[in-house]
């Protein structure tokens, strides 16, 4: 789709407040040098503006704003303040290192955090409003005013305390939705309302803050752009008080990917958008939920056997941003349960492996039964499947079917069906454990001399629903021969490691008697 040049007037500012408003939710805490890293990362990416903390809030959060803004390179460094003096003059006191500084400070104007939260009347809101930009502005020119509650303020009132906080020197104007309550439309004409009534509104830039309590957030500060607003204030991974805040990667590339109905621009470097992601639920351990916008770690993979047939073809048919574009390597065709043999043929080649005929339609078979059994299916997994169907090949002795009775109530049995050159036997054995009885079994189908050597268990991948890989070493007449087999299923793997050796040691009997018939052959003749 076709889109306009980029001009001023569509720039949409970035402000993030990650560590702010991010790490203020409960368990998002970092470290002071965390914070730094962040910031670092932040500001590298093209951030406008990082809300770095709420200095009056802690030493720490002082220490880490003023660290922050004596690192900054091309951000505006802001700090959050409260109305009252004490708070704006520590807050300027932390910003002041930085090339260039922000103070917002804020108060809540709905009737219902003036009644309850505050305890004061409207009049005096409106003189705390006048006051509290004023101070600011003494420390800076750069000041942002928000009324907090902003969506839920009675429209006179708000339109009354914006105009005073502009004729007081704020440049910033921001209009929360700080319970998250707000939809598109009424946002949209919130703002519209704001700018169209305040007689100053010229004066000032409008900027969106909303909270993601009805999942809203992206959406309400899209609609609010819409409206004239030209900052957005938000996350990264959307981390926030409660559901959170507007996440700052899904507006960047909400704003990149429509451009041909959202006409705006942002500074940022949307190939870092990953690595940002990472580094913050790295440092707040908070995951990043899987099928998270953007970031998710499903946001470019695809399991659907008809979706990765389709992202094979073309990757526009199910992908409407490239992964490089946010900074992902590649498309990842996750294999599962609804993969189609393209995608497996596809997965197969990744890994090295050519396979073709009876032998691919085998391993195919195979790979859908295990993933019917197993959520997920790593490449390990299908290496060990692979292998195992390479190895197997030519085998004479097949399993077919194996039930074994374990726990505590003994003896442990085991029934068990080979297909042994075609046809189909069965017997029944008991056995001082379960592997113990498969092993019989084993043995009653197979009579041979053979003696265990080894036999270890490990896990192909991680999770109880692993893959177990067995080994088992067989010896016989001084010869030994080991096998391996997989299946998430233990027993069943240490059955197929047994069989797997024992037709290795057959196929090595018959080798030596053909060798030994061609001698014989040869001193007759
Ligand atoms: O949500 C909110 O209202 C806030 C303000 C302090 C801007 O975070
Ligand atoms: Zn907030």
């Not at 949409?12 to 805490?29: H, K, M, S």
């Not at 197993?374 to 030519?394: F, G």
Request: aromatic letters at 4%; charged letters at 25%; hydrophobic letters at 40%.
């Amino acid at each position: 789709m076709a889109s306009k040049t980029p001009s001023d007037k569509d720039r949409v500012v970035i402000f993030d407040t990650t560590l702010r408003d991010g790490e203020q939710c409960p368990g998002a805490t970092m470290t002071h040098e965390e914070k730094l890293e962040v910031a670092e990362l932040l500001d590298d990416m093209g951030v406008d503006i990082i809300e770095a903390g709420f200095p009056i809030a802690s030493e720490g959060d002082f220490a880490a704003v003023h660290e922050i803004a004596k690192r900054s390179k091309n951000a505006v460094i802001c700090g959050l303040s409260r109305a009252g003096a004490k708070d704006i003059d520590r807050c300027a006191e932390a910003i002041r290192p930085a090339k260039r500084n922000r103070i917002h400070t804020f108060i809540s104007t709905s009737p219902v955090h003036m009644k309850y939260k505050l305890q004061k009347e409207p009049h005096e809101v409106y003189e705390m409003v006048i006051g509290q930009v004023a101070r600011a502005r003494k420390h800076t020119d750069d000041v942002e005013w928000s009324a907090e509650d902003g969506t839920r303020t009675e429209h006179d009132f708000l339109c009354r305390c914006v105009e005073a906080a502009i004729n007081a020197g704020a440049t910033t104007i921001n209009i929360p939705d700080t319970v998250g309550y707000t939809v598109p439309e009424e946002y949209f004409a919130l703002i519209d309302m704001l700018r169209t009534r305040v007689p100053n509104s010229d004066k000032a830039r409008f900027s969106t803050h909303c909270h993601n309590d009805l999942g809203l957030a992206v959406a309400n500060s899209l609609a609010g752009v819409k409206a004239g607003a030209r900052q957005i204030e938000c996350t990264i991974n959307g981390i926030g008080e409660r559901a959170g805040n507007a996440a700052l990667e899904e507006i960047v590339m909400a704003l990149k990917v429509r451009n041909d109905v959202l006409p705006y621009w942002t500074g940022i470097e949307a190939t870092m958008l990953t690595r940002a992601s990472k580094l913050v639920s790295a440092a707040t351990s908070f995951p990043v939920q899987y099928n998270k916008a953007i970031v998710g770690r499903n946001a470019f993979a695809h399991e659907s056997g008809i979706h990765q047939d389709g992202m094979l073809k073309n990757a526009q048919t199910y992908e409407i941003m490239t992964p490089e574009s946010v900074g992902v390597k590649q498309t990842s065709l996750v294999m599962g349960k609804h993969s189609g043999r393209h995608a497996f043929v596809h997965k197969l080649e990744e890994l090295g492996y050519q396979l073709a005929g009876n032998q691919l339609e085998d391993a195919f078979v195979r790979f859908k039964a295990l993933a019917d059994r197993k959520k997920q299916i790593y490449d390990e997994d299908i290496e060990a499947l692979v292998d195992e169907e390479i190895a197997t090949a030519h085998d004479r002795v097949k399993i077919v079917s194996l039930t074994v009775i374990a726990g505590t109530m003994g003896p442990q049995t085991a029934t068990l069906t080979l297909d042994i050159d075609g046809k189909h036997v069965t017997t029944q054995s008991t056995g001082n454990g379960p592997v113990d009885a498969i092993f019989n079994a084993i043995h009653a189908l197979v009579p041979h001399e053979a003696v265990l050597e080894l036999y270890q268990v490990h896990a192909v991948t991680e999770g109880t629903d692993a893959q177990a890989e067995v080994s088992v070493r067989l010896s016989e007449s001084g010869r030994s021969v080991t096998a391996r087999g997989a299946d998430p299923d233990t027993l069943v793997a240490s059955a197929k490691a047994y069989l797997g050796a024992l037709n290795k040691l057959m196929s090595r009997r018959n080798k030596a008697s053909a060798a030994e018939r061609r001698i014989h052959s040869q001193d007759v003749g």
